[in-house]
């Protein structure tokens, strides 16, 4: 299984209960500094449970509990006294549906650095600079006061990855950031994600495999494992290792079954 020398991230021995129901069982993975990792595999595997419990998403959910180790940096987010307001700003989400906030485009934008009392020489360069970093800028530089409803899907999507990148993230999450998107847009989130690259380190869940194949440096695989006494699936990460040889080398039956399409 490839290591970054240092990584950005990690997950050991992470284990996923919601109340008695064990959803994701044993995950180690390592996150790279500039590399996008994508996780696949079929509904039900706990690809998105994972991907919340890496900014502590899953706080949120009250049946939820995470054991085992999630480690920003060698620090461990779930610790003790560890706040995840903060963690949640150094390691952002984007979400499947694109979800602007109620205001303007600008103020989207100007949103998480207000809230958080980040401090920023001047807001409107900013905003700018993290409407360019999303390739937004030009498409809306001369309507920063309409409504961010009033993009199409594609440019939401667009305007929240300047939301999460204006708290200046170290990490980038993004669950299935173009299933909702047509073709131009998914190429357009694409590309976006490869410049990110040089500035960011991404994580994303697809079920668009040809979509991991051409953005990630790294796949893994997970797939679930049924309950023989309740039928409950338990996620488990079956192989994890460089694109190439994922799609191309596999080391697990299950996971050239997946890729060849035998099941999914």
């Known amino acids: 299984m490839p290591k970054d020398p240092v990584p950005v991230l990690a997950a050991h021995d992470l284990n996923v209960y919601y109340g008695s129901f064990h959803a994701v069982s044993d ?70 549906l694109a979800n602007p906030f109620p205001k303007s485009i600008y103020d989207n934008v100007a949103y998480g650095p207000r809230v958080t009392g980040m401090k920023v020489p001047d807001m409107d360069d900013h905003v700018e600079q993290c409407l360019r970093q999303a390739a937004l800028w030009d498409e809306v530089k001369d309507k920063l006061k309409e409504s961010g409803y009033s993009l199409s899907g594609g440019q939401q999507q667009r305007l929240c990855i300047a939301r999460t990148i204006a708290t200046q993230p170290d990490v980038i999450l993004m669950d299935e950031p173009c299933s909702a ?30 979509e991991a194949a051409r953005v990630a440096d790294r796949t893994a695989f997970f797939t679930a494992r049924p309950d023989e006494t309740t039928g409950n699936r338990t996620g488990l990460l079956v192989e994890y290792g460089f694109t190439s040889q994922i799609f191309e080398h596999p080391n697990d039956p299950r996971t050239e079954g997946y890729i060849s399409g035998q099941f999914g």
């Not at 390592?30 to 706080?59: H, Q, W, Y």
């Not at 073709?183 to 040809?210: C, F, G, K, S, W």
């Open 27 to 96: 995950v180690d993975l390592d996150f790279g500094r500039n590399e996008i990792t994508a996780l696949i595999g079929p509904s039900g595997c706990g690809k998105s449970t994972v991907l919340r419990c890496l900014n502590r998403m899953n706080d949120l959910v009250s049946s939820a509990r995470v054991e085992g180790s999630v480690t920003y940096h060698d620090q461990d987010i779930y610790a003790r006294g560890v706040d995840p307001i903060e963690v949640r700003r150094r390691i952002g989400m984007v979400f499947q």
């Open 181 to 210: 998107l047509d073709p131009i847009a998914t190429a357009a989130i694409e590309d976006l994600m490869l410049e990110l690259r040089e500035e960011y380190t991404i994580i994303i869940v697809t079920h668009n495999m040809q």
